[in-house]
């Protein structure tokens, strides 16, 4: 993350710079004219440096502005926008280095190019504020970027997951029980377990745990599963074993102060994971998973009983290792979340890799296509009076559609795993998990189960809003938005042919 004084100093170099272009000076020029050396100039613009009063004074003189609009985050029109970007709040906690994005080449980008660039930030501050979003939406639509760009697998905590068995004297491939893991955490880091304070205190799933760090206390929620359960105390050891910090304290993040805190969180995420389900073992199984001629829910239940994982932990794991292993990247995670009327449903999570899939969210307040296999589960969840895990999977085939993100799209299909469990949180709510894989001729080759002819096979779409479907069994709202754009179509057409 950027310190103040960074800020300080990239915002005095930016101006510098941006002066010395406008009034086309060359850095030997600006060097001349002031006294101080080319080099120096250099380091200034880069955000190396800062330089003392009478420095200032110097270059001040020989750009011909005041002092005080040099120093302050006073600029021109054409100037402000940048300015704002490098002072702002995002730019302090969001760490560059991350996405390989060094802070001299960034002011050197909007120095070069400010009226490029400065139209580019206005353009998504307004899109920010027309979709009022906020800088949490940002740090997950971020989050979610930097999982894109290393193909959501992570060398480094997977080693630590294996680094970590071994100093902590874990026999291989012995399953984690919630002793072993409650008399670790004990022994190691002097963290006890509160089964019952929690839901004393809050009535809500929205807080499944919270880590009293100056009691060392993880207090659980009542009502947690085993798998739930473990997978908390393994992230727990996740930030203590990795030395996490900023951190939540929180199971799900109720406010996001940093994107710091939110990639620290992911990283524990993923090391519970790794712990949980272990790379080469996970590998053997895909891989006997995968060979099966037929479709069978049970294989992919067995794979889930066996870790004692929760759904999201499984198909979450599948996009670690599928991509890196398995050469499989284009694919996408979902998770609806819907009330007990299932009335709306919310789209609570995702992650797209490769590129940007359908399904995908969107803050238009349309409705999801009622034939996704995650939907029909939610349905059946709330009917079932069976308890066990709901798994169904369904090839989805979209048409050529338009996509409001990247314009025409062509055809694609889409294999679905989708799991939902029987009963609601105790809120009411109903939810899924759902993995897409692209069909594609890598994805024919590794899942002979592709070729079964009982496996499902449905057209879908985005949203009613913009579904062509015309004889939609499961429609709920008529297509506005297709309607819109083929009036629209229409009345071009018709004005073109004044032409004739």
């Known amino acids: 993350m950027l ?103 960034l ?81 190691v880091y002097a963290i006890s377990i509160d089964r019952e304070q929690l839901s004393q205190q809050l009535d809500s799933e929205n807080c499944r745990s919270y880590y009293a760090a100056n009691k060392k206390v993880i207090f659980l929620r ?49 090391f519970a994971s790794a712990l949980v389900m272990n790379e080469e073992e996970m590998i053997r199984d895909i891989e006997i998973w995968s060979n099966e001629n037929i479709w069978n829910p049970n294989a992919l239940s067995a794979i889930l009983n066996k870790y004692e994982a929760t759904p999201e932990m499984l198909l979450q794991r599948l996009t670690n290792l599928l991509p890196h292993h398995f050469g499989l990247s284009d694919l996408f995670f979902i998770r609806l979340q819907a009330p007990e009327n299932l009335n709306h449903y919310r789209m609570t999570k995702e992650l797209h890799l490769s590129r940007l899939h359908s399904p995908y969210a969107n803050a238009l307040n349309e409705h999801y ?43 694609a299909s889409y294999l679905c795993l989708s799991m939902a469990r029987t009963q609601a949180n105790s809120e009411g709510a109903y939810s899924s998990v759902t993995l897409g894989l692209q069909v594609n001729e890598p994805l024919r080759a590794r899942f002979r189960f592709l070729s079964d002819p009982n496996l499902a096979t449905r057209v879908v779409n985005t949203t009613c809003e913009r579904c062509s479907i015309s004889d939609c069994e499961a429609r709920v709202c008529p297509a506005s938005a297709l309607e819109e754009k083929t009036s629209s179509q229409k009345t071009l057409e018709l004005l073109r042919m004044l032409d004739y």
Request: proline share 4%; aromatic share 10%; charged share 25%.
């Open 3 to 105: 310190t103040e004084a960074d800020i300080i100093k990239l915002l005095f170099g930016f101006k510098l710079k941006y002066l010395r272009q406008n009034k086309g000076l060359s850095l030997e020029e600006l060097a001349t004219q002031s006294g101080l050396s080319k080099s120096y100039i250099h380091d200034l613009e880069k955000g190396k440096k800062y330089p003392k009063v009478a420095k200032i004074s110097t270059l001040a003189n020989a750009l011909e502005v005041e002092y005080d609009y040099l120093v302050s985050r006073r600029a021109s029109k054409r100037m402000q926008p940048v300015v704002d970007l490098l002072t702002s709040d995002l730019l302090k906690e969001f760490p560059l280095g991350e996405f390989g994005v060094s802070t001299d080449k």
């Open 107 to 187: 002011v050197e980008l909007l120095a070069n190019t400010p009226e490029k660039v400065n139209a580019f930030i206005e353009t998504i501050m307004n899109i920010t504020r027309h979709y009022q979003l906020d800088r949490e939406h940002l740090y997950f639509t971020a989050l979610r970027s930097y999982q894109n760009l290393h193909d959501n697998y992570f060398p480094e905590l997977e080693e630590a997951a294996s680094t970590c068995c071994k100093a902590l004297n874990i026999p291989s491939g012995q399953r984690l029980s919630l002793h072993i893991l409650e008399d670790l955490l004990k022994k």
């Open 222 to 270: 009542k009502g947690l599963s085993t798998a739930q359960e473990r997978f908390i105390l393994c992230r727990e050891l996740g930030f203590q074993y990795l030395g996490l910090n900023p951190r939540p304290y929180e199971t799900r993040i109720l406010e996001v102060a940093d994107f710091e805190t939110l990639l620290n969180n992911f990283r524990a995420s993923y």
């Open 369 to 411: 296509c009622r034939r996704w296999v995650s939907v029909n589960i939610i349905k059946q969840a709330r009917h079932t009076k069976q308890k066990d895990i709901l798994i169904q999977a369904q090839v989805s085939q979209y048409p050529d559609i338009a996509s409001p993100h990247y314009g025409r799209r062509s055809e």
